[in-house]
């Protein structure tokens, strides 16, 4: 009944006209992506008009800017694991966290299990993965933490490591919602979610990672569009954040993606994503070239983990 039901939203949303309206929703959060090079953009996502309420970086313990922030809740990652771990230093950095007064409510598991290393992925084998998150993951249920399972690419390999993932863990793995991660059109998102709610129905969904990289303005403003209306109506869907807190001269999955500017200016979806009106400030890209023309969309970030890891 639940993919039915998503099914049918995701045909009504594709079909409606998209609005532009000034718009807020608790659910939106930030994925964020450190500026090196210009460090202020960071103030840009806690601004008096934001409506972001949470955040995650990819690791375990929070970013240096929004320690203090009381505003956007932090959400702890393990991103990876390997042969060679000993003891639970995940683990233990919630714990100290909490302990120290954090407002810590969820994790999330493995970024990307099932993707090579080369293109952000944590490459895990299963049993590998079952492991860590029995010894690291798991025993924070008792402090009252939700659980985020293995956040899996949109890739058919994605369904398949976790599938395995679960058998693996034998029982002893028991996430409490589901992360996605997807880049491509609006109709092929709807679809991907609507399996996911209907694979696992007694878990709910967050969307993680998403965009339509490298496509024109208009085709990447309409699936913005259609997609937050969506996905501010799914019940099901607790969570999400959009994955283009950085500039457009540095994007690596096209100017029109990025939330910011050259400039460092919000774009129109940057300013929608927080909340605000259309601001007019259109992305260009390196060289300041303006993307006109879609090319086909990426799944692997490579670009990204360089300032992030």
Not at 80 to 85: E, F, I, L, P
Not at 162 to 179: E, H, R, S, V, Y
Request: aromatic share 12%; glycine share 12%; net charge negative.
């Amino acid at each position: 009944m639940r993919s039915a039901t998503l099914s049918a939203l995701a045909g009504f949303a594709a079909l409606a006209p998209f609005t532009t309206a000034q718009s807020t929703s608790p659910k939106r959060g930030l994925c964020y992506v450190p500026s090196q090079k210009y460090p202020g953009d960071d103030n840009i996502w806690v601004s008096g008009s934001s409506d972001l309420t949470w955040y995650y970086n990819y690791k375990a313990e929070p970013a240096d800017v929004y320690k203090n922030n009381k505003n956007i809740q932090f959400v702890p990652m393990l991103w990876g694991a390997s042969d060679s771990d000993t003891g639970t230093p995940f683990y233990d950095s919630v714990k100290k966290q909490l302990d120290g007064g954090a407002n810590i409510s969820y994790v999330l598991g493995f970024n990307e299990p099932d993707g090579p290393h080369s293109t952000g992925g944590s490459a895990l084998p299963v049993d590998l993965a079952a492991t860590r998150w029995k010894a690291e993951i798991e025993p924070l249920k008792k402090l009252g933490i939700k659980l985020g399972a293995p956040a899996v690419t949109g890739a058919a390999s994605g369904w398949t490591w976790l599938q395995n993932w679960f058998t693996a863990c034998d029982g002893g793995c028991t996430p409490d919602f589901i992360p996605v991660h997807w880049y491509g059109n609006f109709e092929g998102m709807a679809s991907h979610i609507g399996q996911v709610m209907a694979t696992y129905p007694n878990m709910t969904v967050w969307v993680t990672e998403y965009g339509f990289p490298n496509q024109d303005l208009k085709a990447t403003q309409e699936f913005y569009n259609m997609s937050k209306n969506a996905m501010d109506g799914w019940g099901n869907l607790t969570h999400y954040s959009y994955f283009g807190a950085f500039r457009s001269d540095v994007s690596n999955v096209g100017p029109n993606a990025a939330m910011l500017n050259q400039d460092g200016k919000l774009t129109d979806i940057g300013s929608w994503y927080m909340g605000g009106l259309s601001t007019n400030n259109i992305p260009k890209g390196a060289g300041g070239r303006i993307q006109t023309i879609g090319v086909a969309g990426v799944s692997a970030l490579a670009l990204f983990w360089a300032c992030v890891l």
